[in-house]
């Protein structure tokens, strides 16, 4: 069973526009949850983490996500998108009951048009 | 400050052939070490981690093989590639006894002809 999903392979914006990435992860236990940003060619880089503080976490470059438990979802926002912003997005839960791995999501396509 | 290294950027090589692709962190000590696969258009597939010198533990079985020769030094070895090598292959490391937060090289990119 897949235990990350990330429910849009890619998301077009205008920029100045909104960004939703969407995320939804399964577990019977309290996870941490990360988004991580590769822009093309590189590695990837941490935008943020949530473990078990804040439900709202703010993140590097205007990003934010908050953590639903009842929705069992960690979806990722900015209100205004750059073109900066096109690039890959990996949601990535660490799921307890497996030894404390990370479990990366499948990935998410950021493009944003001028 | 801690920096992580990862030669070479990009490799073009036969199916065959052998493979050897090198990874070394700087600034910190007993890091956990990760190869990471990225093929293309889909998500990341961890390969080998490893908790300290010598100790590998493989997440998927195929042709690679990973080494830990020295504390701060992982090598990602095949003695012979295959097509489906080819991809993005990401190191990554973290402190501390739970995975915690990765921290990435810049990747290899791997095309086996």
């Known amino acids: 069973a897949q235990s990350v999903t990330q429910l849009d392979s890619h998301v077009s914006v205008s920029e100045g526009t909104p960004v939703l990435l969407r995320c939804n992860y399964s577990?019977?236990?309290?996870?941490?949850l990360f988004w991580y940003v590769q822009h093309p060619n590189k590695g990837l880089q941490l935008l943020l983490k949530y473990t078990s503080a804040a439900t709202l976490v703010k993140g590097i470059n205007g990003f934010e996500a908050e953590f639903k438990k009842s929705e069992t979802s960690f979806h990722l926002t900015k209100p205004s998108a750059h073109m900066s912003d096109a690039a890959e997005y990996f949601c990535v839960v660490i799921l307890y009951n497996t030894g404390n791995m990370l479990t990366f999501g499948g990935g998410t396509r950021l493009m944003v048009k001028p | 400050s801690q920096t992580i290294h990862q030669w070479p950027a990009t490799l073009v090589q036969p199916v065959g052939s052998p493979l050897s692709l090198e990874c070394t962190v700087e600034g910190t000590s007993n890091p956990n070490l990760y190869w990471y696969r990225q093929a293309a258009g889909r998500g990341l597939q961890l390969l080998f981690y490893s908790v300290g010198i010598g100790q590998i533990s493989s997440e998927v079985p195929q042709n690679l093989s990973a080494s830990r020769p020295q504390d701060r030094q992982f090598i990602l070895s095949s003695k012979k590639l295959l097509l489906s090598d080819s991809g993005f292959y990401l190191c990554?490391?973290?402190?501390?006894?739970?995975?915690?937060?990765?921290?990435f090289g810049a990747g290899s990119r791997l095309t086996v002809l």
């Open positions: 990554a490391w973290s402190v501390g006894a739970g995975a915690n937060v990765l921290t």
């Open positions: 577990s019977s236990y309290s996870p941490s």
